[in-house]
């Protein structure tokens, strides 16, 4: 059974799944951020494979690309860091955020490789459903989910496709625009996220902008099975390069506000 789908099957298990670059700002930090935030309390990573031309990214992950890039990530390199993450911890599920051509010219030994290191799901951001088959035989051939992007302005027919054909999860997209931190939800993002429920009884797991412990709460009351944060995370990792300690503080602190139960209203004495 696929990772996410042991994770989904847990009734009223709501997960939070942080994102990382591979290999920002260099191989072991990248390795110390993710076990750090498992061990805090992620119950799944989304790991993205630098790439030099990230369109679905906003400044701050592109920015993060880079850095790994300039320390020398290579597709094997990245493979390799996934290989040990999954060795260290052999439950959890492993979704990769890429851009195709990153497997486009690997033909079959890219997907392959990403199979023997126990990647769970991928998402690709730079590939129309419409043009997918070639990539969804490949994933399914090599017992990896295939999981497609419903965006704020797809409509409910076609999100009932998407929903169908993605494996493990579905990702929905919050809001229009790049990845990005942003201060607040607007209503129509929440609101979006209650109609997509009503829909499907499959998993999704919401991602872009997110980058309060309240948002997060706010997106799971939608009814949604998961949320992803990555550019806060990441933006706390840019300002903390020559000394990684607080940023590592300051991840592990947000996955365990996030992870605590939520304090009991007030008692209200009687009248």
């Known amino acids: 059974m696929n990772r996410f789908d042991d994770l ?19 191989w072991e930090t990248s390795r110390e951020i993710i076990v750090s935030a498992v061990q805090a309390g ?48 052999p439950d959890l599920p492993i979704s990769l955020l890429l851009y195709y051509n990153l497997l486009f010219f690997q033909e ?53 496709v998407l929903f169908d054909q993605s494996r493990a999860f579905t990702y929905v997209i919050s809001r229009f625009g790049t990845t990005g931190a942003d201060r607040q939800l607007s209503p129509d993002t929440l ?21 309060h412990p309240e948002m997060v709460r706010q997106v799971w009351d939608t009814g949604a099975d998961g949320v992803i944060v990555g550019s806060h995370f990441i933006s706390m990792i840019e300002r903390n390069t020559a000394e990684i300690a607080p940023a590592i503080r ?9 992870k605590s139960p939520a304090p009991a209203p007030p008692h209200q004495a009687a009248s």
């Open 108 to 160: 079959d030994a890219g997907y392959r490789k990403l199979a023997d290191a126990g990647v769970d799901a991928v998402v690709i951001s730079d590939l129309p459903f419409e043009e997918s088959r070639r990539h969804v035989d490949s994933l399914h051939g090599h017992g990896i989910g295939c999981v497609h992007m419903v965006a704020p302005n797809t409509p409910l027919d076609r999100a009932r």
């Open 250 to 258: 300051g991840i592990c602190s947000f996955i365990e506000d996030v």
């Open 191 to 211: 609101q979006r996220a209650r109609v997509l429920r009503t829909i499907t009884e499959k998993p999704y797991i919401v991602g872009f902008g997110i980058s």
């Open 8 to 26: 989904f099957s847990q009734r009223g298990r709501k997960a939070f799944v942080p994102f990382f670059t591979l290999g920002d700002p260099d």
């Open 42 to 89: 992620a119950d799944a990573l989304e790991l993205g494979y630098p790439f030099a031309d990230p369109i679905s990214d906003g400044p701050t992950n592109q920015k993060s690309m880079a850095r790994a890039l300039r320390a020398g990530a290579t597709f094997d390199g990245c493979t390799r860091l996934v290989t040990a993450i999954r060795q260290r911890f």
